[in-house]
């Protein structure tokens, strides 16, 4: 079946580090995946961070970035330089290009930022 | 902009209860889901729905079961709480356009 595996955390960084988060997939059932980050904030419900369809493009949100590479599967997230309120659990998931929104998360990766 | 609300936030239950879950959304998205998370883990699919009355099973559908009666609820049934079982469900719901999900905040289940 599909699968998804990223950064086991938990992560810590200082503020203004750099951050990347690997994730890489097996889309077995599915020719041209789509993939997405979501991030879970303190307190808050999970929300979509960024999304990317295409094979090749780079998604970004929020100063973070992630690539749709096909060829090493993988679409890790990076920041060039955090901030203690990117501290959070970030969840990187791959969908079916159909309508029926199907989504397979992989295990999450708790980041903290020191100030 | 909308809101998906699930009730209750907290769900106590004995082994072997039937016990139900429910999610209510106001986006008018015609897509939902039910997703459960166990502790430190990702989430994974029980049940979605792409419209009213219509119910698909995911990876996870064995032992629950699901009901879309209205476009705007979708309800989850544990049909035989299981000892220990603990675990966050989470309703989504979707437009049905590249498969960006809206969540509720989550119903926390323990069970006794």
């Known amino acids: 079946g599909d699968s998804v595996t990223q950064t086991e955390g938990p992560v810590t960084v200082s503020e203004s580090e750099s951050l990347i988060i690997n994730c890489t997939y097996s889309a077995t059932s599915i020719a041209y995946p789509n993939l997405f980050w979501y991030v879970r904030y303190p307190g808050e419900g999970l929300q979509l961070l960024l999304k990317?369809?295409?094979?090749?493009q780079k998604g970004s949100s929020r100063g973070f970035e992630a690539t749709y590479n096909k060829e090493t599967t993988s679409f890790h997230l990076q920041k060039a330089s955090v901030q203690e309120s990117d501290s959070a659990v970030y969840y990187c998931a791959l969908g079916d290009n159909t309508n029926t929104g199907k989504l397979t998360f992989g295990d999450g990766t708790v980041l903290t930022v020191k100030p | 902009g909308g809101i998906i609300t699930q009730t209750p936030k907290f769900l106590i239950g004995q082994e072997g209860q039937k016990l139900t879950l429910k999610c209510q959304q106001n986006?008018?998205?015609?897509?939902m889901y039910w997703y459960r998370q166990d502790s430190g883990k990702g989430l994974r699919l029980i049940y979605y729905s792409i419209t009213e009355n219509d119910l698909q099973k995911g990876d996870l559908s064995e032992g629950y079961d699901a009901s879309r009666e209205k476009k705007s609820s979708f309800s989850l049934t544990v049909t035989s709480a299981q000892k220990n079982e603990m675990a966050v469900f989470l309703c989504a719901s979707s437009p049905g356009t590249k498969n960006t999900l809206y969540f509720g905040a989550g119903t926390r289940l323990s069970v006794l």
């Open positions: 986006f008018n998205h015609d897509t």
């Open positions: 990317v369809i295409t094979a090749g």
